[in-house]
């Protein structure tokens, strides 16, 4: 069984900074792809970042870049996002996603049906 647990997330104003956490258990997760997603209300959910299983690759959309970081942490089965410079428009729901297939990297056209995700945790920026 499966499970991402996000943590991390909260009220921070612009400018501030965040760091989430997606821990996983029930996979080989040092063999799959790890990325982070994220859904405003009234919209659709959209791709944050990406990062390989070995930390090799990582990608990110142009409306984070610069001011997001993913890494991860395979001997804690664990995936992080720091979040700097954030804006009121990085108001979200974020997911954390892992890849089914191990060894591949097109989590970032992963759809809701795919992959595995977890419960997300809500990030409120300020203006």
């Known amino acids: 069984h499966v499970q991402l647990v996000e943590s991390g997330g909260g009220l921070v104003q612009a400018g501030g900074s965040l760091r989430l956490s997606c821990e996983a258990s029930g996979l080989t997760f040092s063999s799959v792809a790890m990325g982070w997603f994220r859904q405003a209300p009234g919209k659709e959910r959209e791709f944050v970042a990406a990062?390989?299983?070995?930390?090799?690759?990582?990608t990110y959309p142009d409306s984070v870049k610069g001011r997001f970081t993913i890494s991860r942490d395979n001997a804690r089965n664990t995936v992080y996002l720091q979040m700097n410079s954030l804006e009121p428009e990085d108001t979200a729901v974020y997911y954390c996603?892992?890849?089914?297939?191990?060894?591949?990297?097109?989590?970032?056209?992963?759809?809701?049906?795919?992959?595995?995700w977890g419960q997300g945790t809500q990030v409120t920026v300020s203006s």
């Open positions: 996603a892992a890849d089914r297939s191990p060894f591949s990297f097109t989590i970032a056209r992963m759809t809701s049906t795919d992959g595995y």
């Open positions: 990062i390989s299983w070995n930390s090799g690759r990582t």
